[in-house]
């Protein structure tokens, strides 16, 4: 385990607090604040995760439950119909997003937005997101669309336009509590049920007919 070069920010103010209350002899408050640089710190942290599902498969980009199952069209995204994964994030969850395929990122798009409750239905469409859209090597479209919540305040995306990524390479984070859609093309088969846990980099979500 490592963990994102963002957590810095928010865990050397209240560590550096710990050591300075210390050294007063203020232990108990010393306490308070390196308990909380560390609980801090678990919210950037970075799992190893390794998975030897076929090209077809679609991993899961996000850690969380899942919300949601639906079809929508989302020209954002491309033409046509997508099955919709809606997985929430809790504050306990990883909140590192990783490829969920193999693919070039032909759309890198952030929009500004309000923070209302990451579990409304309609987050997806009011608060802060960014939305990363990677086409596979067979011309398929799927669309990774990070947003805020009551909590998050912040998307961060590590990927432009033009990149290539392997499945498993990380796209970007969500500081604190939020949520993240995926979005394949309606004639993959879905392997997962709403309620379901998911492992970023490592859960099966979908999977083509075929290896491609």
Aim: no cysteine.
């Amino acid at each position: 385990m490592y963990f994102a070069k963002e957590a810095w920010t928010f865990v050397l103010p209240p560590a550096l607090g710990a050591l300075i209350l210390t050294a007063l002899d203020k232990v108990v408050g010393g306490a308070i604040l390196a308990g909380l640089a560390i609980l801090l710190l678990l919210f950037f942290r970075i799992p190893r995760r390794e998975s030897s599902a076929q090209s077809s498969v679609i991993l899961a980009p996000a850690n969380g439950r899942i919300l949601s199952l639906d079809a929508v069209e989302d020209p954002t995204v491309g033409g046509g119909t997508f099955h919709r994964i809606v997985t929430f994030l809790s504050v306990f969850d990883v909140h590192v997003q990783r490829a969920p395929t193999d693919g070039e990122v032909v759309v890198s798009r952030y929009s500004p937005g309000r923070g209302v409750a990451a579990f409304r239905s309609n987050a997806g469409k009011v608060n802060q997101q960014h939305l990363t859209v990677l086409q596979r090597e067979n011309g398929d479209l799927v669309g990774i669309r990070q947003i805020a919540g009551l909590v998050a305040r912040r998307v961060v995306s590590y990927r432009q336009s033009g990149d290539s990524v392997s499945r498993g390479d990380l796209l970007g984070l969500i500081k604190f509590g939020s949520r993240v859609d995926l979005l394949v093309p309606v004639s993959y088969h879905l392997e997962v049920r709403v309620g379901q846990r998911l492992r970023e980099g490592h859960t099966p979500v979908a999977r083509t007919g075929g290896a491609t």
